[in-house]
């Protein structure tokens, strides 16, 4: 059974939903490296080193890949997203200390009750309106216990910009994808565009191009306390130039 909590309405022009619940949105992702995700989970753990108990919310879960593999880990955790195709996909692999819902993430899920809330991948920065940036990290903030950690995995920005391939064309599949990518008032802006069988599709992507200094407002304003800061996977110290992540460790 498809399980939804705090489910909210939303408007035609949120592109987050209609994209992550488009099976072409899968397709042309479905290389995304599995080893990479599991790399840097193992890297993260071995620094944060949960207790055995930990309870750990996927915040912004996708079809699990990161869910499933700390839950092989034997940790007990929870994967919530928007979009319902990528729910229903995690779901078959539920089980009694890993479960999936739908929810808006700008919403709290479990007052006071994960040990742990990981954001990864750049899970993050879609929302137009500062209010649900900061709603987000304030649920963040209510879902965890007390001295509980939040880990956010975003790009970093500042060498996406310096490094931006303004178009681009991938073949997955028999699918053309033309993809144009642009920076217009302080957004990272992909339109892709396609036919399938016939048919022409349009989507967008767009995220902000959040900045530490950002995050450090936003943050403060959420109450969450950053602790440690890291520029990769391999967990190496964070450069705005060089490195390709920003990754924030932050305590309730």
């Known amino acids: 059974m498809q399980k939804t909590i705090g489910m909210q309405s939303e408007s035609t022009n949120n592109w987050y939903k209609e994209w992550f619940n488009s099976p072409f949105y899968h397709l042309l992702y479905k290389n995304r490296d599995y080893k990479d995700a599991e790399f840097f989970i193992d890297s993260l753990f071995n620094k944060i080193k949960p207790s055995a108990n930990s309870k750990i919310l996927d915040l912004?879960?996708?079809?699990?890949?990161?869910?499933?593999?700390?839950?092989?880990?034997?940790?007990?955790?929870?994967g919530i997203d928007l979009a319902c195709d990528s729910i229903r996909f995690?779901?078959?692999?539920?089980?009694?200390?890993?479960?999936?819902?739908i929810h808006d993430m700008r919403h709290t899920f479990r007052v006071n009750y994960y040990d742990y809330v990981l954001n990864m991948f750049t899970s993050f920065g879609?929302?137009?309106?500062?209010?649900?940036?900061?709603?987000?990290?304030?649920?963040?903030?209510?879902?965890?216990?007390?001295?509980?950690?939040?880990?956010?995995?975003?790009f970093n920005s500042q060498k996406v910009i310096a490094n931006l391939i303004?178009?681009?064309?991938?073949?997955?599949?028999?699918?053309q994808f033309l993809i144009n990518k642009?920076?217009?008032?302080?957004w990272i802006i992909k339109?892709?565009?396609?036919?399938?069988?016939?048919?022409?599709?349009?989507?967008?992507?767009?995220?902000?191009?959040?900045?530490?200094?950002?995050?450090?407002?936003?943050?403060?304003?959420?109450?969450l306390k950053i602790v440690n800061l890291y520029g990769d996977y391999s967990l190496n110290?964070?450069?705005?130039?060089?490195?390709?992540?920003?990754?924030?460790?932050?305590q309730k």
Not at 130 to 154: A, C, M, R, W, Y
Not at 166 to 175: D, H, M
């Open 182 to 186: 642009k920076i217009e008032n302080n």
């Open 126 to 154: 879609y929302f137009e309106n500062e209010k649900d940036t900061i709603n987000t990290l304030q649920s963040v903030h209510k879902n965890l216990k007390p001295n509980g950690i939040f880990v956010l995995d975003f």
């Open 191 to 223: 339109t892709i565009s396609f036919t399938h069988e016939g048919k022409s599709y349009n989507f967008t992507e767009q995220v902000q191009a959040l900045k530490l200094k950002d995050f450090e407002k936003f943050f403060k304003q959420s109450k």
């Open 90 to 101: 995690a779901q078959q692999y539920a089980n009694a200390n890993l479960d999936f819902f």
């Open 166 to 175: 303004e178009n681009e064309v991938k073949e997955i599949e028999g699918v």
């Open 237 to 250: 110290e964070y450069n705005p130039k060089n490195s390709d992540r920003l990754i924030l460790i932050a």
């Open 60 to 78: 912004a879960c996708g079809k699990g890949r990161h869910s499933i593999y700390i839950n092989k880990k034997g940790y007990q955790v929870t």
